[in-house]
Every structure is written in C-alpha cells, then in structure tokens.
C-alpha cells in the first residue's frame, strides 16, 4: 500500500501524463528553482509573509515590510496537441470562480432556486474541508521539472486534495442527487454528465502540472465521504432560510472567524483568499435567501415536489429570456462587486494608516479576509435577492 501511495504522488507519473498529450517542456529549458509548493519555498529559503501583527507576524503594525515569496516560475513548453490543450485548459476553468460567478447564478435565475441554494451550501462546506486540510497536511505540489506547470496564480498553494477535483465532484453530484426525484429525465444521462464534467476537470489538474494523481483521488474520495455524510442533513440544510432575526448574525459571524482564524502557512498563498471568498458568498447567497424569506420578497423554493416534473424543451423564446437574465444580473453583480472591494479597500487602508498604492498590503490578514468577505457576501447577497428585483422591475420573470 505505501508502495501504491508513493507511486501514485509521483511527479513523474504527472510528467508521463503530460508527454501522452502532447505537451513537452521547451528543448532549452534546464534545470531550475521554483516555489513548488509553501513547504519546498520554505527549505529553499524563501522570505516568509507572516500574518498580521498579533497573528503570528513580527513585522511593523502597518505591515509594509513583510516580504511575500518570490514569484514561482513557469516553464516554456511546447505544445503537439492542441486538442487536449484546449480540452484541459478550458476544464481547468470550470473549478475556477470564473465557474462559480456565472454557473451559480445561472441556475437560480433560470433554472431553480432550490438547487442554486443547496448547491451553494454543500459547495462551501466541501470547499472549506479542502482548503483548510491543504495547510494542516502541507503535501507540495509536484516537483517542476519533471512536470510542466501551466497556472501561475495557485503555484504556492499546497496539493493535497485537490479541491478542483473536490469541487467538481460535489457540484456535478450534488445536481445530479438533488435532481432525481424533482425532475424526469434519463438517470443514466444524468450520471454520465456528472462523471463526464468530473472527470475532465481532474484529468486537467495532472495536465495543467498542478496535482498528483494521489491529490486527485484524495480529493474524490473527500467529496464522496462528505456528501455520504452529511446528505440525511441536506432536508434540514435546505431549512437555513429560517425566519428568526438572529439567523443573519450567526451566518455573518461564524464563516467570518472561521476566514480570520485560517491556519496560518509558511509563506503567502491565495489559499486563505480564495477560502474567505468561498466562505463569504456561501454567507451571502444564505442571508439573501433569509433576506427573502423574512421580508417576503419571493416565494420560497419548494424542497419537494409531489410529482417529479418533466424538464421543458428548450426554445427560443427560453434561451433569450434565459441569456437576457444572466447577463442583467452578471452586470448587476459586477459593479457592485468593484463597489463594494474599492469601497471596503479605501475603507481599511484609512483605518489602517496603510499606503493606497501598495498592493502587498492586501495580503495582510487584517484587510484581506474582511474586504474579501464584504465583497464577496455582497455578492452573494446581490445574486439572490437584488438581481431577481431587479429581473421583476425589468419584467424578465
């Protein structure tokens, strides 16, 4: 089994992967150093970004002097299948927030706020396990050479699990379990689109050169204990609009310590910003909802129906209507998302005497974590509540 284990995170198992389809690291390129990862960055001595003063961080109280990692490196590569490169880089995208900021939108708006809102829900609490276990584990990413990384953002980020595979996994079942019983359709279909849609975002994660294919597996089998687990709760899960005023506190409070009390790493990763984003429109998404239970401002979505109902054909009328929605509400959730960080941003850097123009300053976990999750709980809040106003203004209901 260790002989298994040690096989499977092999980078060169990647490598192999990568040369299959047809990408090559350039003839030229030699041997190199490269933060492959928050544990390798720190044994090559790389300059440790401590969190904000009090939080494990020595520096000044304004933060100016602390030092991020060095800027990981990215081959030059070659490419001889263009195929798969399209194939992967666009699957790559679907575990992205360009993913999350259009495809969960779409489904409240034009599909069915029950799903939006129980996908949401599993999502964020599936992304949150992920990302917190890639720091307390802190397994690097793998070792570049052999592999050929092709995302710059992420390469400081730790490896295991995968939580593109995690995400993949838990949306496309998550549709496909809480669909079953609500609307008709070929469950064979249905499950070979959930495997399809999955499948090719893990198998862009060896091709991109950002996992192991021990990450990979790790993060499906994450995603299917934690949805065998917590499934006989999603009946209650789908309750969360309750009616009590104190609701919206404790959906403020508790995701927004659990963002500023992140597990601190040896150097700089997006991976604490990316969790409060996570985190913070899973609040917002929830507090709309509230939002539109208390004040009546929408029906509440059905959690059962009595008979499964068919899925309508698809027509044009529908697909105008459809793309004349999505993109109402993405404009909407765009300008305020641009609002509220500059807003917010202007906001901290005054309250913390910090220079508007240094943008290491938003790494602090002082200003990081709170306008990230403004930001992005306004988001949340924006897509469910003042989009689906703004769609009844506009008559596109």
């Known amino acids: 089994m260790a002989e298994l284990l040690r096989s499977l995170q092999d980078s060169q198992l990647v490598a192999r992967f990568q040369r299959r389809c047809g990408l090559f690291p350039a003839p030229d390129e030699g041997p190199h150093e490269n933060c492959a990862g928050p544990a390798e960055g720190a044994a090559r001595g790389l300059a440790q970004l401590p969190a904000a003063n009090g939080k494990g961080g020595r520096g000044p109280a304004n933060g100016l002097r602390r030092l991020a990692a060095p800027q990981a490196y990215v081959q030059k590569y070659i490419v001889k299948n263009y195929f798969y490169y399209y194939l992967f880089r666009f699957s790559a995208a679907l575990g992205q927030e ?199 401002l929408a029906s509440a979505p059905t959690e059962s129906l009595p008979v499964a109902r068919d899925i309508p054909p698809l027509t044009t009328g529908m697909l105008v209507l459809g793309l004349t929605k999505f993109t109402v509400g993405i404009v909407l959730i765009l300008l305020v998302r641009q609002l509220v960080q500059n807003l917010s941003l202007q906001v901290l850097y005054s309250w913390f005497k910090v220079v508007t123009r240094n943008k290491e300053a938003r790494r602090r976990l002082e200003i990081e974590v709170p306008y990230k999750f403004v930001t992005y709980t306004s988001v949340g809040l924006c897509a469910t509540t003042f989009v689906p106003m703004l769609h009844r203004f506009l008559g596109l209901l």
């Open 98 to 296: 360009v993913f999350y900021i259009t495809f969960l939108p779409f489904t409240h708006w034009n599909i069915d706020p029950y799903l939006s809102r129980r996908l949401v829900i599993i999502w964020v609490l599936v992304m949150y396990i992920g990302q917190v276990a890639k720091d307390i584990l802190k397994w690097p990413r793998p070792l570049s050479p052999p592999v050929v990384k092709l995302e710059k953002r992420v390469i400081d980020e730790y490896g295991m699990p995968s939580t593109h595979a995690m995400a993949a996994t838990v949306i496309s079942f998550t549709l496909l379990i809480s669909t079953m019983d609500r609307y008709q359709y070929p469950f064979a279909l249905g499950l070979l689109m959930a495997v399809v849609f999955s499948t090719l975002v893990c198998l862009s994660r060896l091709y991109t050169g950002m996992h192991t294919v021990l990450d990979v597996l790790g993060g499906i089998l994450a995603t299917a204990v934690l949805i065998i687990l917590t499934y006989p709760a999603w009946t209650l899960i789908d309750r969360l609009d309750s009616a009590s005023p104190l609701f919206p506190v404790c959906v403020i409070v508790v995701p927004f310590l659990l963002c500023y009390h992140y597990p601190v790493s040896d150097c700089y990763s997006p991976t604490r910003a990316d969790t409060t984003t996570i985190l913070a429109a899973g609040a917002g998404v929830t507090l709309g909802f509230w939002v539109n239970h208390f004040f009546q």
